[in-house]
């Protein structure tokens, strides 16, 4: 039964589906919708044997990216497939899918195939192929090949390729016994269970193995053979258990009805925040006894964390997937802390990547959540606070830029807290080899001090303490040793003299002695170092079975007259003084042996319980720490001691994998910061505990830079009107999309699929354009996917102030558009509000995983209560980018679009242009600036209908004088005007 696994990866409605539907049933599937998560399909390659392709169908929404890498640790073919035709910069977007790939499978076996050859689609040229090949290397790219899935063409040679690269594959060749046939066929029996368990441990696959015939060390390569054929999944090691995936289909349904792109599905993670009261609902179709490991099983691959705080759990977990790309929020944060607290600015780093895995971001969110501001989250950053004794440090903003590689931290107060995020980046990183630092600026108040790459960059010839804080960021970075602390004391010169020749000791103990030489640093910022020091020994033991290794820290003393040592544990607290656990001992006979292990370290560990005031009994000696020796009675006492008592914490975040006493866990649990601006706790539990049942129908589901606040209607109009283009070359602020065709209801996945029609809104009154007869003008969009695609923040723009107008326009003074009806089914505006929410979605569906320049999201600039200063200028340059690339769409589709769009460009007296309306263009002229903060006229349409009394049929007009709405096939007139 030799399996490969073939997986297909790329950009969404890439046609991947319809290949794996053309390989199985050898025809085209011409109902599709859009994948989501991953979709397994078995299918036993016809002429060859027993050869079967297992195929893994990844969705192309780049939501489902981060759960993908659960799939992929195994061996595979990959096929990369996209359609030219819907990828305009041919290969740019497709590199992301492979680098996510890559980033996982460094080695993975790659062939390259275009779709829609039916249709016309051109296939790579010999130049295109070959830069592939030299991108990736000839020994990755195994193919390039160009198929049409309607009429079959290229299949036959596709498939001759992956029969040739399956059986290349490891294991392909090897005889496989009966009793692994009855195995396959009992693991299926299992999961086809509606109760099956998601996972099971490594000693239950034992004993369903046994129960099959394969036993003793069959067992375990049975299971690695079946996890390389894709019939089960092995998840990486967790402390002493092993979870084995039994079916990974269910596996990637369970997690896609959290992590999701699907519209009904996003209700459950609104705000990123799955609410642990409706995971019921969210995993309905499962049994009920499953559906909380199925949440502990999202904390335990880091797609979440759970939320508490000091007074126990919030009842919800972050979803880090499902994050919003939106900052506004955070940056508004950022400024109230400037603002609320007189911290000075301290330092900026920006360090550049070759390269910076998707996996980075959401590491990094789950590793600073302890220490991150409420509601300060974001897919691409947070804000992070410093806070002692019930006092707010410090604070910084991070930032990291997946497309540049970047990461930038904007530090305000002690070093320390940017030092920490430093090295929370550079754990994040490890498992990556290939990522490496090419450029480290730091920058003092906007001034670059240090630049350089990781050969070059040195601490400048400062002296005082800006020169110690570069040398250890440099230091965190790990691209520079700095200078080593000074003390006078003659035991630290001699343990100081061990460090730098001792083999043991790693960057982050060596760390911690710089810190316990620094006079200025305080107990709790020494503290937070010492823990991440020791976290690194525990790493280490817990990595290495064949050194000896350290588990929680075990010091031993002794009086002057015995040569006994008393083992006792050190016990950290979080925030409190450590202390040795004077009520857990073992006695040790043979100084000797025990204090002549890493004596660097017990060096280290003497001088830390000095600084840090740990006290031990009246008479007793600190001698050092104990390396536990797997082969003496001892050890396995202070083993066993350890673990009835103590535990390693994974759930932490920022201090993972630290050894602490069980009464103390709760205090190192994820906790929101609360005490920084309580508002945004408050509305972090506002959140938590707004069900969805409870949202108004006007509000549910709409864009989470929107959030039904009426005073982003304000900001949003007002600072684009301010802040974008002052030419009447580019088209107007606002547009709308419709379908060219209208149907029978509304239905938000349909509307950007076929011909669009685009209307221009004035800019005083949000009306369409008029022509001189009173019809409505749009123009037609032939090519609605590439337009989206393009044109993604400026279509969306105009649905959310849209949105916006409708909902709260009458309390703030600005113009409502007047509704003569969202097809024939909609009578009230609070209705097509909540229209518009669904087609945003259904918009960012339509492009989502689209990262080109182009599709820059400004709207997210808009979202807060205002535009910093020093942002407006980007604002305006990402406006005018993304609007030139409009006019020249417009241009190919209207060469006289300026004059036929039913609007004028109009400078008024006092210098303010704008595309105006006829009816309201000599009053803006006279007062320009103030037209655009009221309301100015409204001007409701009026549509007659043919044959009403003392009317005529008003056709709406375009460039091709077409109605702005056609009749449906039913022949029901459908008025499509929004305004």
């Known amino acids: 039964m030799p399996i490969a696994k073939i997986i297909l990866t790329g950009p969404p409605w890439a046609g991947k589906t319809c290949l794996v539907h053309r390989f199985v049933h050898n ?13 397994l399909k078995s299918w036993k390659v016809p002429m060859e044997c027993d050869l079967e392709f297992m195929f893994y169908d990844l969705g192309g ?19 990369v497939v996209w359609n030219p035709k819907a990828e305009t910069n041919r290969l740019d977007r497709v590199h992301e899918y492979v680098r996510d790939l890559l980033d996982v499978v460094p080695d993975a076996l790659l062939t390259f195939v275009t779709t829609h050859a039916d249709e016309g689609a051109a296939e790579l040229s010999e130049s295109e192929v070959d830069a592939l090949r030299e991108k990736y290397g000839e020994q990755q790219v195994k193919g390039y090949f160009h198929v049409g899935n309607g009429d079959a063409s290229g299949i036959d040679d596709l498939l001759q390729h992956l029969v040739a690269l399956a059986n290349s594959l490891d294991s392909m060749g090897s005889l496989f016994l009966p009793s692994y046939v009855t195995l396959r066929q009992q693991v299926q029996q299992i999961r086809s269970k509606n109760d099956a368990p998601l996972t099971i441990t490594r000693d239950e696959w034992n004993r369903v193995a046994d129960g099959a015939g394969v036993q003793g060390w069959e067992c375990e390569r049975a299971l690695g053979l079946f996890h390389a054929f894709g019939e089960v999944l092995r998840l990486p090691q967790r402390e002493v258990r092993e979870d084995i995936i039994l079916s990974p289909q269910r596996f990637a349904d369970v997690l896609a009805c ?7 599905r996003r209700k459950y993670s609104r705000k990123a925040l799955l609410r642990h009261e409706e995971i019921d609902q969210a995993w309905s179709e499962y049994s009920a006894n499953l559906r909380k490991g199925f949440l502990q099983f999202l904390h335990d691959s880091d797609l979440a964390a759970s939320l508490e705080t000091k007074d126990g759990p919030l009842e919800a977990s972050l979803l880090f997937p499902m994050l919003s790309d939106m900052s506004g929020e955070s940056n508004a944060i950022f400024r109230s802390l400037r603002e609320t607290y007189a911290i000075p600015a301290g330092l900026t780093v920006r360090v550049t990547f070759n390269s910076l895995p998707r996996l980075f971001g959401q590491r990094l969110q789950r590793r600073l959540l302890g220490i991150t501001e409420a509601n300060s989250w974001w897919r691409e950053g947070c804000v ?13 903003r991070v930032g990291y830029h997946r497309r540049e590689s970047e990461l930038c931290v904007e530090n305000f107060g002690p070093s320390i807290l940017l030092e920490d995020i430093l090295y929370a980046s550079k754990k994040c990183l490890e498992g990556f080899p290939g990522v490496r630092i090419e450029e480290v600026e730091v920058s003092d108040r906007g001034t670059p001090i240090v630049k350089g790459d990781s050969q070059t960059i040195s601490v400048p010839c400062t002296e005082g303490v800006l020169s110690q804080e570069i040398s250890d960021i440099l230091y965190r970075l790990g691209l520079a040793e700095g200078a080593e602390g000074s003390t006078e004391a003659e035991e630290g010169e001699e343990a100081k003299g061990q460090l730098e020749s001792s083999p043991d000791l790693s960057r982050e103990i060596k760390y911690l002695w710089r810190k316990m030489h620094d006079d200025s640093i305080t107990r709790n910022d020494l503290q937070r170092a010492a823990l991440l020091a020791l976290q690194e020994l525990c790493e280490l033991g817990v990595e290495d079975l064949q050194r000896q290794k350290l588990e929680a820290l075990w010091i031993l003393s002794s009086r002057p007259d015995s040569s006994r040592l008393v083992a006792r544990p050190l016990r950290p607290r979080y925030g409190m003084y450590w202390e040795l656990d004077l009520s857990i001992s073992v006695v040790v006979d043979d100084m000797n042996e025990f204090c002549s292990m890493h004596s660097s370290v017990n060096e280290v560990v003497k001088l830390l319980l000095t600084r840090l005031e740990v006290e031990v009994l009246d008479g007793e000696r600190i001698q050092g720490v104990h390396w536990r020796s797997d082969q003496r009675e001892v050890s396995k006492e202070i083993t066993s001691k350890t673990r009835k008592h103590y535990g390693q ?11 602490v006493h069980k009464e103390d866990r709760s205090a190192f649990q994820v906790d929101v910061v609360m005490n920084a601006l309580q508002e945004n706790f408050r509305k972090l539990q506002n959140d938590i505990h707004q069900g969805f049942d409870d949202l108004s129908a006007d509000l549910r589901e709409i864009d989470q830079g929107l959030e039904g606040n009426s005073a982003r209607l304000t900001n949003m109009v007002q600072t684009l009107l301010e802040a974008c283009h002052d030419s009447g070359d580019l088209p107007p602020k606002l547009a709308l999309i419709l379908p060219k065709n209208a149907a029978a209801s509304f239905d938000p996945r349909t509307w950007f699929t076929s011909e669009l029609h685009i209307v221009f809104l004035c800019d005083v009154t949000l009306q369409p354009g008029i022509d001189e007869e009173g019809n409505v003008v749009n123009f037609t969009i032939c090519q609605p996917r590439e337009f989206l695609q393009k044109a993604f923040p400026y279509i969306k723009l105009g649905l959310l102030v849209v949105q916006a107008a409708l909902l709260s326009g009458r309390l703030l003074g600005y113009p409502v558009p007047e509704i003569s009806g969202l097809y024939n089914v909609f009578t009230e505006a609070s209705q097509v509000a909540g229209a518009m929410a669904e087609l945003v979605e259904a918009l960012e569906e339509e492009v989502q995983g689209n990262e080109t320049d182009a599709s820059f999201d400004y709207t997210a600039l808009l979202e807060a209560g205002s535009v910093a200063e020093d942002r407006v200028e980007y604002l305006r340059e990402q406006c005018e980018a993304n609007f030139k690339i409009v006019k020249d769409m417009m241009d190919g589709i209207d060469a006289k679009w300026q004059d036929n769009c039913g609007l004028v460009w109009c400078t008024a007296d006092d210098g303010t242009s704008a595309w105006v309306g006829r009816d309201v263009a000599q009053g803006f002229k006279e007062s320009g ?5 009221t309301s100015g006229r409204q001007l409701p349409l009026k549509e007659t209908k043919q044959g009403e009394p003392g009317g005529e049929e008003q056709h709406v007009r375009n460039s091709g004088r077409q109605p702005l709405a056609e009749t449906s096939e039913a022949g029901d007139r459908c008025a499509c005007v929004l305004l």
């Open 27 to 39: 025809s085209f599937l011409k109902k599709r919708k859009m994948t989501p998560g991953i979709s």
């Open 61 to 79: 929404q780049p939501v489902y990216a981060t759960t993908h890498r659960l799939f992929l640790h195994t061996r595979a073919c990959f096929l």
């Open 258 to 264: 959290v992590i999701t792109a699907e519209k009904h």
């Open 384 to 396: 992070t606070v410093l806070q002692e004794d019930g006092r707010v440090r410090g604070f910084a």
């Open 649 to 659: 914490i994974f759930d932490s975040g920022f201090f993972s994998g630290v050894w």
């Open 929 to 933: 600036s103030e037209m655009l903060r």
